[in-house]
């Protein structure tokens, strides 16, 4: 069976009918406040059961909960505070109990009814998500550029974002009757920010011979300088997956989701989101959701030993590698071979390459996603 929601209820904080209708005119009288692309779709992942239990944006006591105890106010696990920040002008005409429009590209996209307003300490909140308060920390330089005050309640969605990619955007709704059409009841999740290298595939296939789908997810919205653009993701995806892997073997979806860089802490709510959308099991890699010498390379291993009641097991596979006397990819638990035989797939590497306009070698990228990224001017952010 695939997993239940986290907190044992898919949350659905949307409206159909004349409810929505009267609400959209409501909210037209209603104050206003502007929102970024990172908190609209926040919105979405909550109105959409992405953050079950969550049914709108953290009160200071689960706030405060989650940045030290890693869990909710009811002890429920949570890492990540999902946290909505506003100027202190935007609050002039607002107080504790108001419903308040919240507005996206010119137009209202939800409505939130205000349980609190309080203030954070960024830098103790960049302290306890990522063990850093440098600002050469991107998610830490994203969070010290945030304003100054948290508003706290329930959302209720009144209208979707466009997405350009609709054909491959699912919810949890959706998945799990796609779950349950394709007879997949054992899932894991593979969680990606970046075009897929041949130890992406090999992980995946690793997890595969385990269970009896993939669950592949790549984060879209704003990532670091140097990742992938969301374009290039996509279409590298669908390059991979219609070539190299069996038709009825895995769901592929995007998520519009923020990356943070917090390391292990992410890595717990990679997991958490996932299950919400049925998998029952989430790949995690080395260095998973890390960037530069911020987290040891298997930090986000040990997390999990804290969260025996996280409802959804993880797979460790160990980086894979291209072993030249053994003519395959490995890792270093199968392959007996000096390191001298082993080439290790980088990142940065595959990038100066492409930005060269060289192809990487077929040993460690698939042609077909090697045509995909020199496809597009600049790949990259």
């Not at 466009?162 to 899932?187: A, C, G, M, Q, W």
């Not at 072993?323 to 797939?345: Q, Y």
Request: hydrophobic share 35%; charged share 25%.
């Amino acid at each position: 069976m695939v997993s239940k929601p986290h907190g044992g209820r898919l949350i659905d904080r949307t409206r159909v009918g004349k409810s929505l209708e009267r609400l959209i005119e409501e909210s037209k009288s209603m104050p206003k406040i502007n929102i970024n692309d990172g908190r609209a779709y926040d919105i979405l992942n909550i109105a959409y059961g992405v953050y079950s239990p969550l049914e709108g944006f953290l009160s200071y006591n689960d706030y405060e909960s989650v940045i030290k105890n890693m869990r909710l106010e009811n002890d429920l696990p949570w890492t990540i505070p999902i946290i909505l920040d506003v100027d202190e002008n935007d609050l002039k005409d607002i107080k504790e109990g108001d419903e308040v429009s919240l507005v996206y590209n010119n137009e209202v996209l939800a409505v939130i009814r205000v349980e609190e307003v309080y203030s954070w300490d960024k830098k103790e909140y960049a302290y306890y998500i990522y063990k850093t308060t440098s600002r050469e920390h991107p998610g830490v330089n994203k969070v010290y550029d945030m304003k100054n005050k948290l508003l706290a309640g329930p959302i209720t969605l009144l209208k979707n974002i466009k997405e350009p990619y609709e054909t491959v955007r699912l919810f949890p709704k959706d998945t799990r009757v796609l779950f349950d059409h394709l007879n997949i009841k054992s899932v894991a999740a593979f969680q990606t920010r970046n075009a897929p290298h041949l130890g992406h595939e090999y992980v995946m296939k690793a997890a595969l011979t385990f269970v009896d789908g993939l669950f592949i997810n790549p984060l879209l919205g704003w990532k670091k300088k140097g990742d992938f653009i969301d374009d290039v993701i996509v279409n590298s995806y669908k390059a991979l997956l219609t070539n190299y892997f069996p038709k009825d073997s895995y769901v592929f979806s995007i998520l519009r989701m923020e990356m943070k860089y917090a390391g292990p802490k992410e890595a717990i709510h990679h997991a958490i989101v996932r299950k919400n959308f049925g998998a029952t099991h989430i790949i995690v890699g080395r260095d998973h959701a890390g960037v530069g010498n911020y987290y040891g390379p298997y930090d986000s291993w040990k997390i999990f030993e804290e969260f025996p009641d996280l409802g959804i097991m993880p797979l460790f596979i160990r980086e894979a590698f291209y072993c030249k006397k053994c003519n395959a990819m490995a890792n270093e638990k199968i392959c007996p071979h000096t390191e001298n035989d082993r080439v290790r797939i980088s990142g940065t590497q595959i990038r100066n390459s492409i930005i060269k306009g060289e192809r990487p070698p077929e040993y460690i990228m698939r042609p077909e996603v090697i045509d995909v990224i020199l496809s597009y001017k600049n790949p990259f952010y």
